[in-house]
């Protein structure tokens, strides 16, 4: 939207002053906002997760945890302590690249790093059961990517 508002104001100071520099200037810092600014957007988005990671979660980001699936809960075991969700508080599954999601309605979720995991079929398929049985959508995004 930036980019029109310059080409119009530049329009507008080329009719008013009769000139053509106008346009031209505004035309080129239009065509430069455009091409630049996803370049500097996608960096900031990165910038900002990456340390809000990194200062929320530093606590739990590297750590090994073990995870079993019960018949109505999802068991969660580390160096900290044990974590027991019942199925019903699963909101959604999300298959992506490079990790397994598991949604929970609190709002926080179970993130799977898919090369840690040595059956990783077994694991999606049993994923997808509960995914049913819990009337939940199992959604796969593996071509999603950050913009």
Known sequence: MLPVMYIVL???MSIYKKDAFPLIVFTVMSAAWYFLYPLRDRK???THYTNYVNENAKNRVGRRYEMTFEADAI???GEAGETRINMSEILEIYELKTILLIRLKSGSAFVIPKAGIEELTALKEHLREIAVK???PFTVKDQWEWK
Request: glycine content about 16%.
């Open 44 to 46: 900031r988005y990165v």
């Open 75 to 77: 068991r969660q075991s």
């Open 134 to 136: 819990m009337d939940v």
């Open 10 to 12: 530049g329009l507008g």
